[in-house]
């Protein structure tokens, strides 16, 4: 496959190095750029657009990548973006990851404005309040994406969601739906209940329980699912700012859930309550 641009052969390029330097929050803030890592990324970023334009602006690849991958580079060229065949250890400059995939695509920030989140009237949210490890923070947005929720918002408190981790993490689903971010909390949950959106606290000390609020029908409207930082959980001031603090039960023995699995389960309560008289969306087609 003939490459697109001159091989890049030096990590030195300037392509290349201001590539590299989107692994720093200060450089992606002061760009408005980040990394996506991969073809599952990849592929996601070259099919995305917001108001600005097409999201994926470049892509680096070795010719290998490209060979196994022709149909992810066609679509990032129809996109307008920029391919450059890269040596391996370009590649691996630019990259976050231990063992780089051959593709790693320069993208635009697409994060939505909070207010139109708001005016979208959203009947499920993820709201990531002092959230901080990126791992964690992306596939909350992950779940929050395969639990149909409308938003993710991240507070001015949590973790860059275009950190390289995060951006792993949610598995592509970063370019799914709306995410909001910098929202201090108070804003957020006063803009989210204005909409008519029930706000819940996730919290494995709530004094509400949430099968018994499934069983009680409480949770077919709208909601908004707080969820905390995993090691220290929602503070007082936090969880006072909400209509309920539920608990997800433990059954076994387990000391506890991971954030990333206690989201997990509560999106998915609220997404059954909420589906129930239509039917839940099945990713086969069966």
């Keep these: 496959m003939p490459p697109a641009t001159p091989e890049l052969i030096s990590p030195r390029s300037p392509r290349v190095l201001a590539a590299r330097r989107l692994a720093k929050r200060n450089f992606r803030g002061k760009d408005r750029l980040f990394l996506a890592e991969g073809p599952q990324a990849v592929r996601e970023a070259a099919g995305h657009s917001t ?13 290998d990548a490209a060979e196994r991958h022709a149909d992810i580079v066609g679509a990032a ?12 250890q370009v590649i691996a400059d630019i990259s976050t990851t231990v063992t780089p995939q051959g593709l790693v695509g320069v993208c635009r920030f697409l994060d939505t404005p909070f207010e ?13 309040a002092n959230v901080r490890d990126p791992g964690n923070a992306g596939t909350v947005l992950r779940c929050a994406d395969a639990a149909g929720a409308e938003a993710v918002v991240l507070t001015d408190a ?22 909001a ?10 803009g989210l209940r204005g909409a008519g959106v029930r706000i819940l ?29 995993e090691a220290w959980g929602l503070p007082e001031e936090t ?6 603090v539920v608990r997800v039960p433990i059954h076994g023995k387990a000391e506890s859930l991971n954030l990333a699995t206690a989201a997990a389960v509560c999106l998915y309560a609220s997404a059954r309550a909420q589906r129930a008289s239509g039917g839940c969306r099945s990713v086969t087609g069966n």
């Design 239 to 244: 969880r006072a700012l909400t209509d309920a």
């Design 158 to 179: 949590s973790v860059d969601v275009y950190n390289p981790k995060a951006v792993r993490a949610s598995v592509g689903s970063l370019f799914h739906l709306p995410v």
């Design 201 to 229: 606290a996730a919290d494995g000390a709530g004094d509400r329980d949430l099968d018994d609020e499934l069983d009680k029908g409480t949770m077919g409207g709208p909601t908004a699912w707080v969820f905390g930082n």
């Design 116 to 128: 139109e989140v708001l005016a979208a009237r959203p009947r499920l949210v993820a709201l990531l």
């Design 51 to 63: 108001g600005a334009g097409a999201t994926l602006v470049e892509l680096f690849t070795t010719l």
């Design 181 to 190: 971010v910098g929202v201090p909390v108070e804003q957020a949950v006063d």
């Design 77 to 88: 060229r129809e996109a307008g973006a920029r391919v450059h065949l890269a040596a391996e």
